[in-house]
């Protein structure tokens, strides 16, 4: 293998930039050329690369977003994208990619895979949404910034004697709520996953709560129940009688210095990858479970399900209260 290329693509996250570092280092050291991606998907079409060497990933691994830019290609969805990037990393020479991103960018490393251009895929995204993987890179730091957020809204929502309902991230997947919920020791934790009654799940266990002299409470939604933050906030206030004040943190989430574990972790992950392109293996996904990083077909991984833990969940209903 003599030439690679490495993207970023979809929502960035934290770590995405320790990724792409660990890729460029792992094979510059085994003498193979890497071409950062520019703009995901896009670049690769249009043949936006740069030529990276030892140096041009240096003091990168502690920023977040990525040095690569990212976007979502509408292009590359459709035949014709796809067949000009298979064009472009023919004319370039590009043996294999390096695919860090989400579920979505996955399904573009597979198409390509299909047509001749070995990829890999690394799972960098908040949303820890990617199923055969236990951990995405970002995902730590992101848990990490909403408890930061939320522990400083606590303060003036105690202050006041508040209730504050707070939106979090994470696509169709409630894994930042939940374990944000736990974290932050929120009064109730709404999920798409587990079905809800805001009757049941929030005001009367906010007034059994109210019993025992409680006064201030953290309600955590995920987004993809797609409740009204600020309806709910209304509606909780004239049936329980306290005030109360709704907040969506959006993208403050992604952003942000990577997380110790994120860093660790991206930088496993990126050599891995580079790793397995040096085998002559392709069309794969490289993926964390329980701290081991391993890896899986990507079509088998796109076919994986993930579901919640019901016993967090249970641990989460049975403590904050
Ligand atoms: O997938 C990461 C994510 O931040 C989701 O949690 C969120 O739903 C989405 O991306 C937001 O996308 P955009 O940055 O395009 O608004």
Request: aromatic share 4%; hydrophobic share 40%.
């Given at each position: 293998?003599?030439?690679?290329?490495?993207?970023?693509?979809?929502?960035?996250?934290?770590?995405?930039?320790?990724?792409?570092?660990?890729?460029?280092?792992?094979?510059?050291?085994?003498?193979?050329?890497?071409?950062?991606?520019?703009?995901?998907?896009?670049?690769?079409?249009?043949?936006?690369?740069?030529?990276?060497?030892?140096?041009?990933?240096?003091?990168?691994?502690?920023?977040?977003?990525?040095?690569?830019?990212?976007?979502?290609?509408?292009?590359?969805?459709?035949?014709?994208?796809?067949?000009?990037?298979?064009?472009?990393?023919?004319?370039?020479?590009?043996?294999?990619?390096?695919?860090?991103?989400?579920?979505?960018?996955?399904?573009?490393?597979?198409?390509?895979?299909?047509?001749?251009?070995?990829?890999?895929?690394?799972?960098?995204?908040?949303?820890?949404d990617i199923a055969c993987c236990d951990y995405t890179i970002g995902y730590d730091t992101c848990l990490n910034t909403i408890m930061e957020m939320v522990d400083r809204i606590r303060d003036t929502t105690e202050s006041?004697?508040?209730?504050?309902?707070?939106?979090?991230?994470?696509?169709?997947?409630?894994?930042?709520?939940?374990?944000?919920?736990?974290?932050?020791?929120?009064?109730?934790?709404?999920?798409?996953?587990?079905?809800?009654?805001?009757?049941?799940?929030?005001?009367?266990?906010?007034?059994?709560?109210?019993?025992?002299?409680?006064?201030?409470?953290?309600?955590?939604?995920?987004?993809?129940?797609?409740?009204?933050?600020?309806?709910?906030?209304?509606?909780?206030?004239?049936?329980?009688?306290?005030?109360?004040?709704?907040?969506?943190?959006?993208?403050?989430?992604?952003?942000?210095?990577?997380?110790?574990?994120?860093?660790?972790?991206?930088?496993?992950?990126?050599?891995?990858?580079?790793?397995?392109?040096?085998?002559?293996?392709?069309?794969?996904?490289?993926a964390a479970q329980k701290e081991e990083v391993l890896d899986f077909d990507i079509f088998e991984a796109l076919n994986m399900k993930k579901s919640v833990d019901m016993e967090l969940y249970n641990v989460a209903h049975e403590v904050s209260i």
């Amino acid at each position: 293998m003599k030439t690679i290329a490495v993207l970023t693509s979809g929502g960035d996250a934290p770590g995405m930039n320790a990724a792409v570092r660990a890729v460029v280092r792992t094979a510059c050291e085994n003498g193979i050329k890497v071409l950062g991606v520019v703009r995901g998907y896009n670049g690769l079409i249009n043949g936006d690369f740069i030529e990276m060497d030892l140096r041009s990933v240096s003091d990168i691994i502690n920023r977040g977003g990525t040095i690569l830019y990212s976007a979502r290609s509408a292009e590359f969805a459709t035949e014709e994208g796809m067949r000009k990037a298979v064009r472009t990393c023919r004319e370039y020479g590009i043996e294999g990619v390096v695919v860090i991103g989400g579920d979505g960018s996955f399904r573009g490393a597979r198409d390509l895979s299909e047509r001749g251009i070995p990829c890999v895929g690394i799972p960098g995204t908040i949303d820890n949404d990617i199923a055969c993987c236990d951990y995405t890179i970002g995902y730590d730091t992101c848990l990490n910034t909403i408890m930061e957020m939320v522990d400083r809204i606590r303060d003036t929502t105690e202050s006041h004697d508040r209730c504050s309902v707070i939106e979090v991230m994470g696509r169709r997947a409630g894994f930042l709520a939940l374990n944000s919920g736990i974290a932050c020791g929120a009064t109730a934790i709404l999920i798409p996953e587990i079905p809800f009654e805001i009757e049941k799940h929030v005001i009367e266990r906010m007034k059994r709560t109210q019993r025992t002299d409680k006064k201030h409470f953290i309600i955590i939604v995920a987004e993809g129940v797609g409740l009204d933050v600020k309806q709910l906030a209304a509606e909780i206030q004239s049936k329980t009688g306290v005030e109360s004040r709704a907040t969506i943190l959006g993208h403050t989430q992604r952003g942000g210095y990577p997380t110790a574990k994120d860093r660790v972790m991206a930088t496993r992950m990126g050599n891995y990858a580079v790793k397995l392109l040096m085998n002559d293996i392709g069309n794969r996904v490289v993926a964390a479970q329980k701290e081991e990083v391993l890896d899986f077909d990507i079509f088998e991984a796109l076919n994986m399900k993930k579901s919640v833990d019901m016993e967090l969940y249970n641990v989460a209903h049975e403590v904050s209260i």
